[in-house]
């Protein structure tokens, strides 16, 4: 039974590398190009606006006060 399984993943990756090689010769390959323009920075900020968003509007409808959002920045101390 292993040895089935075996030449099933043998017999795919050659048909699926035959396929790859057939589709390279006929020149039916798209490269895509992706440029961008904004920096990194830019999407991490707005990551960080739509959290504190949610988070502010979470605590907004829960009329529970240990189930609110509570975030600070906290440093660890060394231990020694």
């Known amino acids: 039974m292993f040895s089935k399984l075996i030449a099933k993943g043998i017999l795919c990756s050659l048909l699926i590398s035959s396929t790859a090689f057939a589709a390279q010769e006929k020149g039916d390959v798209e490269t895509i190009e992706v440029v961008g323009k904004k920096p990194l920075q830019y999407f991490f900020k707005m990551k960080e606006e739509k959290r504190f968003e949610f988070m502010e509007s979470f605590n907004a409808l829960v009329d529970d006060k240990d189930l609110h ?12």
């Open 69 to 80: 959002f509570e975030c600070r920045r906290v440093r660890e101390t060394a231990h020694t």
